[in-house]
């Protein structure tokens, strides 16, 4: 972590005042254990126990640069708020982002997966459907039926790719938007233009095992479809 966080870290793990919202945003980032040394720690004016100096003067953690540090880390990046050049991460928004993932390998059950998605489509009031492959053939139309809320929705589609005459005729009170959507490779789920449910190898291994499948859930920073 950046100094600046590294001691607003400290002060929340010792009971001390600590910035809220600079603690939530860096908890979202947060995975054990956050790597110092000894500079650091002087740098931020937190007193380092016997036990502590020694053990980081051990594992040769004294006087490296955070850039150095970051380097001996599982996955090589810096927290701080104000820097987004590499190997630096915003903890108030980044394009490293720490999202809910699943990864499925081949022959794993995707029934957790199914459950998941159709709970984040349950209260949608609009969804975008976006896959350039799944549904060319009229598969995997049944899988969009028990996925999407029987109730008055809004569904964004792109007839290049999807025939939605089994879904017009399916629940009575979804409305259709036919609309030339941007081309992608990944394949979408956006509900609500707030959440953004991403399928790297599409709806087809939604329920087919053959394949590995994983898919990603994150907040919409950008507007990809326009409701």
């Not at 908890?27 to 790597?35: A, C, E, M, Q």
């Not at 004016?45 to 053990?55: A, C, F, P, V, Y």
Request: proline fraction near 2%.
């Amino acid at each position: 972590m950046s100094d600046e966080l590294q001691k607003e870290f400290c002060n929340f793990k010792e009971g001390k005042a600590y910035d809220r919202n600079l603690i939530e945003n860096l908890l979202h980032y947060y995975k054990p254990s956050i790597l110092t040394n000894t500079s650091q720690l002087k740098r931020i004016g937190k007193d380092i126990s016997k036990q502590l100096e020694t053990t980081l003067r051990k594992s040769g953690f004294t006087t490296q640069s955070l850039e150095d540090l970051a380097q001996n880390t599982t996955y090589k990046i810096i927290l701080c708020k104000d820097k987004d050049h590499y190997p630096y991460v915003n903890i108030n928004g980044d394009k490293i982002e720490n999202n809910l993932t699943a990864c499925f390998f081949k022959r794993e059950n995707r029934q957790k997966a199914i459950e998941h998605i159709t709970a984040l489509c349950r209260k949608a009031k609009n969804i975008s459907i976006y896959d350039k492959y799944s549904f060319l053939n009229g598969a995997n139309i049944e899988l969009l039926k028990s996925i999407l809320p029987l109730k008055e929705l809004s569904i964004t589609y792109d007839s290049q790719y999807i025939n939605v005459v089994a879904l017009q005729e399916y629940c009575a009170k979804w409305t259709f938007i036919d609309r030339t959507l941007p081309e992608y490779h990944d394949r979408y789920l956006v509900v609500d233009d707030k959440i953004e449910i991403i399928l790297t190898s599409g709806f087809d291994y939604l329920i087919r095992n053959e394949k590995e499948f994983t898919y990603i859930v994150r907040p919409v920073s950008r507007q990809r479809f326009l409701m």
